[in-house]
């Protein structure tokens, strides 16, 4: 939109660098070209402002295809005025030159204008191809038809447009009919996705039977080990009580050999002991045999005298004193 100034009954336009103004004064065109600005008299001015910078149109409408199926299309048209002053003459471009606003709706006439014949040339593609075709190789071939149509139009370059690009961005079915196309689909995904499940299984399944393969494995091992641990401590303890009784029976045979020689030893004491005893006995009988009577009774009374047991004091009765005395005397008159 222009920014207009009023000043003194004068007005005072000034545009932007994309858009083209084309000023007639009294029936005759004063001023052209983009980016202008100028004073003017309200009353005798005719203004048209018209843009030429590079335009999106997006547009979604529907068509029918071979077998009669809806499809929502989806696109974008770029487009720009190229010929200001055709497109000013078609269509109503003029501003309020109080407020530079348009009088009318010249954009939404254009876009009226590039959306029929847009739809019209999608219509014509979609209507001879299926549903499925149209889905997968659509796109491309509305997109190409489109802009070929719009290239061809008459009523383009009448009106000073320019299409810069087509674009289709999706053709969507009705969602019941996407949602029936897709089952298949995810049906196949679902059962690729169960066999990578089932494989997945069927690889754990095997894995946990080689693990408790190798677990059986290392058990069998472990226990034949085991049993050769056994064995081996079997023999280890057959030949330590070899051992040991090997080591009593030398210990026995020496501990009698000793007993033999200690009882040897002894005998051969006892022996020596004895005869010495005797020698020494028969000295002292035949010492004694070699004694008078009276010496023998006395070393006899000292001897039983030396083994009495000490006798603190002694009761002699009459009867004891009277027999000793008879004795001695008796002993006496032999004696004489």
Do not use: C, K
Not at 23 to 33: K, Q, V
Not at 134 to 163: C, H, S, W, Y
Not at 177 to 194: C, F, G, N, S, Y
Request: hydrophobic residues 45%.
């Amino acid at each position: 939109m222009a920014d207009i100034i009023r000043r003194l009954g004068l007005r005072h336009l000034r545009s932007a660098p994309t858009s083209h103004v084309r000023h007639h004064r009294s029936g005759r065109l004063a001023h052209d070209g983009a980016g202008v600005s100028f004073w003017f008299r309200p009353l005798a001015a005719a203004i048209s402002e018209v843009p030429v910078d590079d335009r999106e149109l997006a547009m979604t409408f529907h068509a029918r295809t071979a077998d009669f199926q809806d499809v929502a299309v989806q696109a974008t048209v770029t487009y720009r005025i190229g010929d200001p002053a055709a497109a000013a003459a078609h269509l109503d471009f003029s501003i309020d030159p109080d407020t530079g606003a348009w009088r009318g709706a010249p954009l939404e006439q254009l876009a009226s204008l590039l959306t029929e014949s847009a739809q019209q040339h999608a219509l014509d593609v979609l209507a001879h191809t299926p549903l499925a075709a149209a889905l997968t190789d659509g796109v491309p071939a509305v997109r190409e038809r489109i802009a070929a149509g719009l290239g061809e139009d008459p009523r383009l370059p009448a009106t000073g447009l320019d299409v810069v690009a087509v674009r289709v961005m999706a053709l969507r079915p009705e969602p019941e009919v996407e949602r029936a196309l897709r089952t298949p689909a995810r049906e196949r995904i679902q059962q690729e996705a169960d066999r990578a499940t089932y494989e997945r299984r069927a690889v754990a399944v095997e894995r946990e039977r080689t693990i408790a393969e190798n677990e059986l494995a290392s058990r069998i091992e472990l226990a034949r080990r085991e049993e050769q641990l056994v064995e081996q401590r079997g023999a280890n303890a057959r030949r330590e009580a070899d051992e040991q009784a090997a080591a009593d029976a030398i210990r026995a045979r020496a501990e009698a050999e000793r007993t033999v020689r200690i009882a040897r030893a002894e005998a051969e004491a006892a022996r020596e002991v004895g005869e010495a005893r005797a020698q020494a006995q028969a000295a002292w009988l035949r010492v004694h045999g070699d004694t008078d009577t009276a010496t023998l009774h006395a070393l006899t009374g000292s001897r039983l005298a030396e083994n009495l047991p000490r006798i603190e004091s002694v009761t002699v009765s009459p009867d004891v004193l009277t027999g000793l005395l008879a004795r001695l005397g008796a002993d006496r008159g032999g004696a004489e």
